[in-house]
């Protein structure tokens, strides 16, 4: 079996972000990492090439291994910033009705700029992902 790509390493986050972001990304990644910081209590960590992670969680493989991944983060992807997260349920479907200009995937918020986003929904939006991560893997997910 192939071993996961996306994991922990001791790459530089600010490297990761000056090589990726355009001006204003940078400046919003930055921002990110306060946000994500500040709500998880986490540093920062790559994870992987691309994904400023905070936090992680075990969770089972159908193989019966464990898998891991960051509770929560971000990355840069082309002229769009994404954030890691689970949007489910009707508390955190009203927060999206009220965060601003974003799209939303399977566990990824899409945006262009932080300024389009209400950012105290933003960090409600993450807090409650995370009370569903540790509900769902455990409250110790977290390492």
């Known amino acids: 079996m192939a071993e996961a790509k996306t994991r922990p390493s001791d790459s530089s986050v600010q490297d990761y972000l000056a090589s990726r972001a355009s001006g204003e990304q940078l400046a919003d990644g930055k921002a990110l990492v306060a946000l994500l910081q500040r709500v998880t209590g986490e540093r920062p960590r790559m994870w992987g090439p691309s ?8 969770y089972p493989l159908a193989s019966g291994k464990l898998g ?9 992807r082309g002229k769009e910033l994404v954030v890691y997260l ?5 508390d955190q479907r009203a927060l999206l009705a009220r965060l601003g200009k974003h799209k939303l995937g399977k566990a990824c918020l899409y945006f262009k700029r932080l300024a389009d986003l209400d950012l105290k929904v933003l960090e409600k939006l993450v807090a409650g992902s995370l009370a569903e991560v540790r509900r769902r893997h455990g409250k110790d997910s977290s390492r």
Not at 51 to 58: D, E, N
Not at 68 to 76: K, R, Y
Request: aromatic share 14%; hydrophobic share 40%.
């Open 51 to 58: 994904i400023v992670g905070f936090g992680s969680y075990r």
């Open 68 to 76: 891991e991944s960051c509770a929560t983060g971000f990355a840069v």
């Open 86 to 90: 689970v949007a489910e349920g009707p």
